[in-house]
Nanobody, 115 residues
Framework: QVRLVESGGGLVQAGGSLRLSCAVSGRIFGINVMEWYRQAPGKQRELVAGITSGGTTNYVDSVKGRFTISRDNAENMVWLQMNSLKSEDTAIYYC?????????WGQGTQVTVSS
């Protein structure tokens, strides 16, 4: 059974930093993309950052220059370093991994940024 477990969320003041981690366990082959999504209250879930197996990254415009996604292909882990946090970054952050045919989600970790 494949499991994605996020950690690293919490409460931080505006301007602070957090580092989210996502550990993938279980039998999973051919992970292509690893991504972080977030969902704020009353809003749709949005893609925050993604990274391919080859290391190509993409970010939503609102986090460019502040967030950095990275991964370890051997350990099946992905991280999201979040700097210069703003109150609008407050949301539940979800880890997502995709193979060519399957898609897996974590349970989410709460990030709250106080102004």
């Amino acid at each position: 059974q494949v499991r994605l477990v996020e950690s690293g969320g919490g409460l931080v003041q505006a301007g602070g930093s957090l580092r989210l981690s996502c550990a993938v366990s279980g039998r999973i082959f051919g992970i292509n993309v690893m991504e972080w999504y977030r969902q704020a209250p009353g809003k749709q879930r949005e893609l925050v950052a993604g990274i391919t197996s080859g290391g190509t990254t993409n970010y939503v415009d609102s986090v460019k220059g502040r967030f950095t996604i990275s991964r370890d292909n051997a350990e099946n882990m992905v991280w999201l370093q979040m700097n210069s946090l703003k109150s609008e970054d407050t949301a539940i952050y979800y880890c997502h991994v995709g193979t060519w045919s399957l898609s897996y989600w974590g349970q989410g970790t709460q990030v709250t940024v106080s102004s």
